[in-house]
T-cell receptor
Framework: ETGVTQTPRHLVMGMTNKKSLKCEQH?????MYWYKQSAKKPLELMFV???????ENNSVPSRFSPECPNSSHLFLHLHTLQPEDSALYLC?????????????FGSGTRLTVV | AQSVAQPEDQVNVAEGNPLTVKCTYS??????LFWYVQYPNRGLQFLLK??????LVKGSYGFEAEFNKSQTSFHLKKPSALVSDSALYFC?????????????FGTGTRLQVTL
């Protein structure tokens, strides 16, 4: 265990469903991130939160909605997704927004949209 | 744009032989560089980082990386490869933005170690 826990590990959802991905860290970190990892594509940064405030949103479609209720929890709410949204969604945390020591990643949620 | 490049999609090496996974960077200022490893259906695991100091950085599982400023490279190395080292390796650079920094990753290099 890395200290960053993602649930669920696997998720299959239809295009009309609404689901949420959860990320939890107990490392005392103050910054959290969502990345999307698709086959044969670079990791894509989706959202950045620092001290529970969203500081970056990389032109992500509105069908992805992040939420950070406190510095230990990060959610990604999903609705009306498309098949091309199928990917591994990775959560990461860092000590603070300076990222001097890099990230700690969770194991990811494998999402399949049918 | 600040970025890293991994020129090889795959590297094949026999167990017991030395391995090198290549990474070059393009940043303004002093780079903060990282290597991560990813096993199947897992997240990325930190291997090592370079911020300042010695150009040879030692990390987890016997890996090391050499920072070369003149060649803008940060290649990952291991003197003797193991079959269990087979995985996907990512180089990353810290990118400074207005309010927060972030890591930008290379496209990854798949390392295959065979008996």
């Amino acid at each position: 265990e890395t200290g960053v826990t993602q649930t669920p590990r696997h998720l299959v959802m239809g295009m009309t469903n609404k689901k949420s991905l959860k990320c939890e860290q107990h490392l005392g970190h103050n910054a959290m991130y969502w990345y999307k990892q698709s086959a044969k594509k670079p990791l894509e940064l989706m959202f950045v939160y620092s001290l529970e405030e969203r500081v970056e949103n990389n032109s992500v479609p509105s069908r992805f909605s992040p939420e950070c209720p406190n510095s230990s929890h990060l959610f990604l709410h999903l609705h009306t997704l498309q098949p091309e949204d199928s990917a591994l969604y990775l959560c990461a945390s860092s000590q603070d927004a300076r990222v001097v020591r890099g990230y700690t990643f969770g194991s990811g949620t494998r999402l399949t949209v049918v | 744009a600040q970025s890293v490049a991994q020129p090889e999609d795959q590297v094949n090496v026999a167990e017991g032989n030395p391995l090198t996974v290549k990474c070059t960077y393009s940043v303004s200022g002093n780079p903060y560089l990282f290597w991560y490893v990813q096993y199947p259906n897992r997240g990325l695991q930190f291997l090592l980082k370079y911020i300042t100091g010695d150009n040879l950085v030692k990390g987890s599982y016997g890996f090391e990386a050499e920072f070369n400023k003149s060649q803008t490279s940060f290649h990952l190395k291991k003197p003797s490869a193991l079959v269990s080292d087979s995985a996907l390796y990512f180089c990353a650079v810290r990118v400074l933005t207005g309010t927060a920094s972030k890591l930008t990753f290379g496209t990854g290099t798949r390392l295959q170690v065979t008996l």
